[in-house]
């Protein structure tokens, strides 16, 4: 089972460009997010989706935007990259309902210089 | 708003040991709580899951304790290892509805052999 994917797993940007990054799961859940994670900052939610077509913002949307066109995938995309976003981003996934674990990916390691 | 404490400073404990991380709330009671496990340069691993109703919660050498009048957590390890040392987060749902998971900073646990 491949469960959550991410790709890249480093990416270096320069300011101003954009960039997506990718998260497909095999699993069938309805549920999957994006985290950024910052040292002593924890795990901070920036986008989530509860099925395919159905959007919201977590707590760090700004700069980031996000489409869930079919259930596999949830790619997440900068507009125009900011060292502010320097950060090791995950992608999660889980099944709906209350009290499911989330399966999260490898992590993407992004540096905007 | 949210907010989850968890003890920043690492935790280091002699193999053979019972290692004790806690993890306290404020604001609001959640209907459930997760413990995650991170190792370095992975994502988290989902590991319990304890509900408002549960006093305690068991898995293998694992034990969650659930106490929403102090709204605190204790995540246990028995007969700790040195393949237990890794960051421990513990996540709870946000209020108003359980798809969106907001996470503690995690305490890092490392077991001396």
């Known amino acids: 089972n491949a469960g959550v994917t991410q790709t890249p797993k480093f990416q270096v940007l320069k300011t101003g460009q954009s960039m997506t990054l990718q998260c497909a799961q095999d699993?069938?859940?309805?549920?999957m997010s994006w985290y950024r994670q910052d040292p002593g900052m924890g795990l901070r939610l920036i986008h989530y989706s509860v099925g395919a077509g159905i959007t919201d913002q977590g707590e760090v949307p700004n700069g980031y935007n996000v489409s869930r066109s079919t259930t596999e995938d949830f790619p997440l995309r900068l507009l125009s990259a900011a060292p502010s976003q320097t950060s090791v981003y995950f992608c999660?996934?889980?099944?709906?309902?209350?009290?499911?674990?989330?399966?999260f990916g490898q992590g993407t390691r992004l540096t905007v210089v | 708003s949210q907010k989850i404490e968890q003890n920043s400073e690492a935790l280091n404990i002699q193999e053979g040991k019972t290692a004790t991380l806690t993890c306290n709330y404020t604001?609001?009671?959640?209907?459930?709580l997760q413990w995650y496990r991170q190792d370095p340069g992975r994502g988290p691993v989902f590991l319990l899951l304890?509900?408002?109703?549960?006093k305690e919660k068991r898995k293998e050498r694992l034990k969650v304790t659930f106490d929403t009048t102090l709204k605190q957590s204790l995540f246990h390890i028995t007969a700790s290892q040195p393949a237990d040392s890794a960051t421990y987060l513990c996540?709870?749902?946000?209020?108003?509805?359980?798809?969106?998971?907001?996470f503690g900073t995690g305490t890092k646990l490392q077991v001396i052999p």
């Open positions: 604001n609001y009671s959640p209907a459930y």
């Open positions: 304890i509900r408002e109703n549960e």
């Open positions: 699993m069938n859940h309805e549920y």
């Open positions: 999660a996934s889980s099944r709906p309902g209350q009290g499911f674990g989330a399966f």
């Open positions: 996540a709870l749902p946000t209020p108003g509805g359980y798809q969106k998971v907001t």
